[in-house]
């Protein structure tokens, strides 16, 4: 267990409302150690106490995302691990499930987002998952196993145990057929988007996910689904891709420049991105640095996530503290943990 008031890195998050805001950590103290500890921050501007937290040991929470609330089901918060552990919690109920009982079988999963009303989740290896009633369920399409006979096969275990060793140009085809999606999205429970590695794009349907064309090659890490007609995918070397899945996607900017666009979010009609060089804003033909200095919000600022519930403000996640943007200035949140840092 990490020590109370030892530095933390932040990694990601969601917004719960324009004053709660949900912030997923890392002591430093814990980091490269065999039992990870993640400690989840809750961020209430309303409240005497604006930070409380709890930490849970062995797990690393790669994503998170608001479940709404629908009818007599509460908002709550659903937090992933890179193992495939979710856990779903609010003040009256803590679920913890098993995307898949294997863990990890296929490669580490990446992303959780709800959908309409219906939580996704997706990882390397071609997975693809909703949780129903019964559980969560793969809706890949046979991807995962394809995508695990691949392995196999390049490694030469199982079935290929004894093959020929394999020239280096085969392994590389045989990576680039991996799908490994690496962030899931959606403006109903029938139009979920995923995006990954290598440029990879797929659309579900609510019954087939299909993977679509793609105008890059770059890594993709992050969607934002706007509206059924405009959806958002970001990533590597400022990647900004703008369609759908029905009449394509199009890059709106792309650069050599090795910055990675790690986080999207529309707010008030603009496109802003998160990166390790600032908040960034597009213009429509290039994206340009968001300074306040009064904030401390400049181009050297990192920033892990973004996110938004209303116009009212945009949430900024960095690497020590947090932001309130409100898409003119910006109010600096410090991290007790990191007062100082």
């Given at each position: 267990m990490s020590t109370p008031g030892a530095s933390v890195s932040l990694g990601n998050g969601f917004a719960v409302s324009s004053r709660f805001l949900i912030i997923v950590g890392f002591?430093?103290?814990?980091?490269?150690?065999?039992?990870?500890?993640?400690?989840?921050f809750y961020l209430n501007l309303d409240?005497?106490?604006?930070?409380?937290?709890?930490?849970?040991?062995?797990?690393?929470?790669?994503?998170?995302?608001?479940?709404?609330?629908?009818?007599?089901?509460?908002?709550?918060?659903?937090?992933?691990?890179?193992?495939?552990?979710v856990e779903i919690l609010n003040s009256t109920e803590h679920l913890s499930e098993d995307v898949d009982p294997r863990k990890n079988a296929y490669?580490?999963?990446?992303?959780?987002?709800?959908?309409?009303?219906?939580?996704?989740?997706?990882?390397?290896?071609g997975?693809?998952?909703?949780?129903?009633?019964?559980?969560?369920?793969?809706?890949?399409?046979?991807?995962?196993?394809?995508?695990?006979?691949r392995m196999r096969k390049e490694l030469g275990i199982g079935e290929f145990a004894g093959e020929d060793p394999r020239g280096a140009e085969d392994r590389i085809a045989l990576g680039k057929e991996s799908p490994d999606f690496t962030r899931v999205d959606g403006s109903s429970e029938r139009d979920v988007y995923v995006c990954g590695l290598r440029g990879l794009i797929g659309y579900f349907d609510g019954s087939h996910l299909a993977l679509l064309s793609s105008p890059t090659g770059e890594h993709l890490v992050d969607i934002h689904c706007v509206s059924h007609d405009r959806v958002l995918i970001v990533g590597y070397y400022q990647t900004l891709l703008i369609g759908n899945a029905r009449s394509g996607f199009a890059v709106a900017y792309e650069s050599n420049a090795a910055i990675t666009?790690?986080?999207?979010?529309?707010?008030?009609?603009?496109?802003?991105?998160?990166?390790?060089?600032?908040l960034?804003?597009?213009?429509?033909?290039?994206?340009?640095?968001?300074?306040?200095?009064?904030?401390?919000?400049?181009?050297?600022?990192?920033i892990q996530q973004i996110d938004s519930v209303t116009d009212e403000c945009l949430w900024l996640i960095g690497d020590?503290?947090?932001?309130?943007?409100?898409?003119?200035?910006?109010?600096?949140?410090?991290l007790p943990d990191n007062r100082g840092r």
């Open positions: 002591p430093d103290e814990t980091s490269g150690l065999d039992n990870p500890v993640t400690r989840i409240s005497q106490t604006r930070f409380t937290y709890q930490d849970w040991a062995g797990e690393t929470v790669v994503s998170a995302c608001l479940r709404r609330p629908l009818g007599v089901v509460l908002r709550a918060g659903c937090f992933l691990s890179e193992e495939g552990r490669g580490s999963l990446r992303s959780i987002q709800e959908a309409g009303e219906i939580l996704f989740a997706c990882g390397l290896g997975q693809l998952y909703r949780r129903s009633t019964n559980g969560w369920e793969a809706v890949d399409g046979g991807l995962r196993d394809k995508s695990e006979r666009f790690y986080s999207v979010r529309e707010f008030r009609g603009e496109i802003y991105v998160g990166t390790t060089a600032g960034r804003k597009f213009n429509g033909s290039k994206f340009e640095v968001v300074s306040d200095a009064s904030a401390g919000l400049d181009d050297k600022t990192v020590r503290h947090v932001f309130r943007y409100d898409g003119v200035k910006a109010e600096k949140i410090e």
